[in-house]
């Protein structure tokens, strides 16, 4: 079942910067901005895409194998510091960043890049002023020598 659930959350994540980036090239056309794909972009977006899948799977499959829920708006219960947690405190997050900026290049989409750019600034905000506030008043100490020892991002 948690494959399932992994399969399904990605292919989501995929399907919502799919259709951001089909939006954002739609804005293109409108406002007349040329696509700068190219052999160079579409490989950079590919790269950077299964880059981003690797760092989804692979945090996932740290939270379930901890019986965590991916899809939590609370703490958890478990503060994961090791593994990819342990280069990254946020890997999901990156994941999700890194999809949506892989497909915006395969794409090519001038807004698509302004739009990852909000994107990576709502989720770093996000991350700062909700996720980590909840996670330092639950964790406390043990999560303030996490926080000095691993890079938020990376």
Do not use: A, H
């Amino acid at each position: 079942m948690k494959y399932i659930k992994i399969l399904f959350l990605n292919l989501l994540i995929i399907g919502i910067s799919i259709v951001l980036t089909w939006l954002s090239m739609e804005i293109d056309f409108v406002l007349q901005f040329g696509n700068y794909s190219s052999n160079i972009s579409i490989t950079l977006g590919f790269l950077i895409l299964l880059m981003g899948l690797y760092f989804r799977i692979k945090s996932s499959l740290y939270f379930y194998s901890r019986n965590l829920s991916i899809l939590n708006l609370k703490p958890q219960d478990i503060l994961i510091t090791d593994g990819i947690y342990s280069i990254s405190r946020n890997p999901l997050y990156i994941g999700i960043i890194l999809i949506f900026l892989g497909i915006v290049l395969l794409y090519g989409s001038m807004t698509g890049i302004f739009l990852w750019i909000i994107s990576f600034l709502f989720c770093d905000w996000w991350v700062r002023k909700k996720e980590e506030k909840r996670m330092q008043i639950k964790f406390k100490n043990t999560f303030e020598v996490y926080k000095k020892r691993t890079p938020r991002w990376i």
